[in-house]
């Protein structure tokens, strides 16, 4: 039985990616470095981003730290209030989730200010039990520090807990942990990249079949 769910924000619970990558590509501008096309930016989204650009770049940890800060002051001039909304059925299911008593959880790479923020805007933060950053924890995704330290808090055990996210990093660190894992399609990962996760659904609303099914499975 799933008794705690751990969603990952970008790509999963809200649709960042284009605000994500317009912000990458301004930096990389500002900053002079090697154009990079769009599906190579998307494809680094769920990193921190210091490890992000300089997965995407050939830089080093001094310029990895520029793109960092640049990156975090674009950012916020970029993201005015209703730049981000929330995936198709993602605020009606996670209502119905808190309803049955599971716990919902946010383990993010995102930092703290940020993703707290957005959680905020979206009106979720009276269903969502605790908020995970990759600023909270000593390694970030896919290590299961962040699952690791929902789990402590709650005293939740890794067959009772399931990873929600939309890349290879959310599964990894799903798996890492013990956890169940689901993998939503409409994010920024690949469909092959996610084909370890024990689950893979086009539309967040399935997470109530996935839940049902975990129940019946007793």
């Known amino acids: 039985m799933i008794k705690t769910i751990v969603f990952d924000f970008d790509g999963t619970l809200g649709d960042t990616s284009i605000l994500i990558v317009k912000t990458m590509k301004q930096t990389i501008e500002t900053l002079g470095l090697p154009e990079c096309p769009e599906a190579q930016c998307r494809s680094m989204i769920g990193l921190p981003l210091r490890e992000m650009f300089m997965r995407l770049l050939p830089i080093d940890e001094a310029m990895g730290r520029r793109c960092e800060v640049t990156y975090r002051e674009l950012f916020d ?23 049955r008593g599971i716990t919902l959880t946010v383990a993010s790479s995102r930092n703290r200010p940020s993703l707290i923020g957005f959680i905020e805007e979206m009106r979720l933060g009276s269903y969502i039990s605790r908020v995970v950053s990759v600023t909270d924890v000593p390694k970030a995704k896919p290590a299961p520090d962040m699952v690791l330290d929902i789990l402590g808090h709650f005293g939740g055990l890794p ?13 990894d660190m799903g798996r890492n942990a013990g956890t169940k894992t689901c993998a939503v399609t409409y994010g920024n990962g690949t469909f092959e990249s996610l084909s370890a996760a024990d689950y893979i659904i086009d539309d967040f609303g399935e997470l109530e079949n996935i839940v049902e099914k975990e129940r019946q499975s007793l």
């Open 77 to 99: 001039k970029n993201n005015i209030p209703g730049t981000v909304p929330l995936f198709p059925h993602v605020r009606e299911t996670i209502v119905r989730l808190h309803a």
């Open 159 to 171: 067959g009772e807990t399931l990873v929600v996210g939309d890349t290879s990093f959310d599964v």
